[in-house]
């Protein structure tokens, strides 16, 4: 295996094109076997791999910079610059391998990334650093097409174009972010790709050099070998022209040899660059190829069928979808906008219902918000389902477009809490803050899938911004799933009552909380546990009766600052001075990837680090 032999992005320049292509078949099935062992970002890797073999072959890393948007392609980079053990064994594990681009975990990753549309803004900077410094290196930033649906994009390509700054974009093109790319540049993109005046051009070229006995062949095998650099007259690429870019492509994203001479040329050029390359997202694994948008992000598979293992749960994103499905059908009102996200919120279950209703805006949760801030000011009800780490983008907007106006729109917020092996940047763990210092919000966050549908019926009905948090899957309750006792706004509900120790839990951490009281109980402790489900406004009155605990415990998954604790606190400072309070949340650090489970334990958010803190502050 030539694989064995890759220590570094050195070795691979002494191979041949031919061995190239091999390693490349040999990188493919080592990423299939790894992500179907841990899980992780599988279609979008497998379709980078020729893209990232051709950069290693012609840039220098770590000396060059090779900066990739969000990461969900830089797998093959990982293995190619020393990491090929770490990622075979402990992809996305704790203390292992991240499923991203990491500063901290190579000199290689020249920057750390998990949202869309940072890259050409962090490569702008670096190559700006590189010229006031007076260094050489070159500075490529590698950028999905589905992030060119995010406004920064055009922000950083603007300010590069009219500097002129020396720098490379490369566009990887595969017609999709985690769903089918929607918006102009997406369509725009398609044209180049069939650009009819070059695919003519060629075939022209073809047949005429054809009838040239003796020397044609060769002409045309001449023709061929620049055929990428005469394409660019022909294939309109003005629109990057026009912003001060050097427009290349469209490039076969999988042919070495070209992507290899391009490269090389592209090294001597002084100015911006933009180099598109198309590559097919799953390249290699059927299952992938056919349904990448199903092989985004995947849980550990089996690889022979692409089935995945483990337990089904039950989707908060896909209930939430099916509530508002129901509710849409007798109020006209109703719609949702998402961010590229309609499978991984669970709203194409809502656009399968009301496909007129569904607004997939691209990455651009800015836009979103505001694009649901004038539905609501105009007589629409809107839901924007977003990712709880992509929510924090737009809060500006959050703040001035949507809360200044107390606007009815209604944020359904997925991948709340602590994520798991998506690691520091997608840890959903601010939200509960962020969203509760705006007036006019109001903020909850139910403990099961029967309490979400019930705060997405209340959202119905109610005439404000509202925001409802949850994690991505959620209990299964079978037969128990409905319940049509209506919540009021705010309202807060006492489970068990203890003497000593009263719990103040919300969304997840209630059933934490009501394990730790068990384990408590058995250590003579009396504890009981109140369903925080309304971070704000918060239900006074039951906050009162839970004063007849000695010590009130507040337990949430987020972190401290802005949260159910600090409010509980500034409500006790004011109403009960001197009252003992203990407020347990996730620590003032970023949560590396591990399992759920071990973030919780690391947090002291399982139910037995929430019961030995409980002990511990009892003892002092």
């Known amino acids: 295996m030539l694989l064995r032999e890759i220590q570094g992005p050195a070795d691979i320049k002494k191979l041949s094109i031919r061995e190239l292509t091999a390693l490349a078949e040999e990188i493919r099935e080592e990423i299939v076997k790894t992500v179907a062992r841990h899980g992780g970002h599988l279609a979008s890797n497998l379709g980078a791999v020729e893209l990232t073999l051709a950069l290693h072959y012609v840039f220098d890393c770590p000396d060059d910079k090779l900066v990739f948007d969000v990461g969900h392609q830089s797998y093959a980079h990982k293995i190619l610059t020393g990491r090929l053990e770490g990622f075979r064994e402990t992809l996305r594990e704790e203390g292992g ?56 994009c055009y922000e950083a390509l603007n300010d590069a174009g009219q500097s002129q700054t020396r720098m490379i974009v490369i566009i990887n093109d595969n017609e999709m972010s985690i769903s089918h790319n929607v918006g102009a540049m997406s369509k725009y993109l398609t044209g180049l790709r069939q650009s009819r005046s070059y695919r003519a051009f060629k075939r022209g070229v073809r047949r005429g050099l054809e009838r040239i006995p003796g020397v044609g062949a060769p002409m045309f095998r001449f023709v061929e070998k620049f055929r990428d650099w005469l394409k660019t007259p022909f294939v309109d690429g003005k629109f990057f022209d026009a912003l001060g870019f050097r427009y290349i492509g469209p490039l076969d994203g999988h042919d070495l040899k070209t992507l290899i001479r391009i490269f090389r040329r592209a090294k001597e050029d002084k100015g911006p660059q933009i180099l598109h390359v198309v590559t097919v997202k799953g390249k290699g694994y059927m299952p992938a190829e056919s349904h990448p948008d199903a092989y985004h992000g995947v849980a550990p598979f089996l690889v022979e069928t692409g089935e995945m293992r483990g337990e089904k749960s039950v989707s908060c994103g896909r209930v939430a979808a099916a509530e ?173 009552s203890g003497e000593d120790v009263m719990f103040l839990a919300v969304g997840r951490m209630v059933q934490s909380a009501m394990n730790a009281s068990i384990e408590l109980m058995k250590r003579g402790v009396r504890a009981g546990v109140v369903d925080a489900r309304f971070v704000k406004p918060m239900d006074e009155q039951v906050l009162r009766q839970a004063l007849k605990a000695r010590l009130l415990v507040t337990a949430e998954e987020n972190v401290l600052s802005g949260g159910l604790g600090e409010r509980v606190l500034a409500w006790l400072a004011e109403n009960a001075p001197g009252h003992e309070a203990l407020t347990l949340a996730v620590p003032d650090r970023f949560v590396e990837h591990a399992s759920m489970e071990s973030q919780l334990r690391q947090c002291g958010l399982d139910a037995h680090g929430l019961a030995e803190s409980v002990l511990e502050r009892l003892r002092r």
Request: charged residues 20%.
């Open 97 to 152: 391998v991240s499923g991203f681009p990491r500063a901290s975990e190579s000199d290689c990753d020249a920057f750390t990334a998990g949202h869309a549309s940072t890259a050409i803004s962090a490569a702008l900077g670096m190559a700006r650093t590189r010229d006031v410094m007076g260094d050489d290196y070159h500075v490529v930033a590698v950028v999905g097409d589905g992030a060119l649906t995010g406004g920064m």
């Open 324 to 496: 508002l499905a129901a509710l849409a059908e007798n109020d006209i009102r109703i719609c949702t906008v998402t961010a590229a996200m309609p499978s991984g919120t669970g709203m194409e279950v809502f656009g399968k219902a009301h496909p007129g209703r569904l607004y997939d805006v691209g990455i651009a949760e800015e836009h979103a918000v505001t694009m649901a801030a004038g539905m609501a000011a105009s007589g629409m009800k809107p839901y924007v389902a977003v990712y709880s780490t992509f929510l924090q983008r737009a809060f500006d907007q959050i703040a001035t477009d949507v809360c200044i106006g107390a606007l009815p729109v209604t944020f359904l917020i997925d991948r709340a809490g602590l994520v798991g092996a998506d690691g520091v940047t997608h840890q959903g763990v601010f939200d509960l803050g962020y969203l509760s210092m705006l007036p006019n919000m109001v903020v909850a966050a139910p403990r099961d899938v029967r309490d979400l549908k019930r705060l997405v019926r209340l959202s119905a009905e109610y005439d404000g911004p509202m925001a409802i948090r949850y994690p991505k899957d959620g209990e299964d309750l079978g037969a128990n799933m409905e319940s049509h006792k209506p919540f009021q706004i705010g309202e807060w509900e006492i489970l068990t």
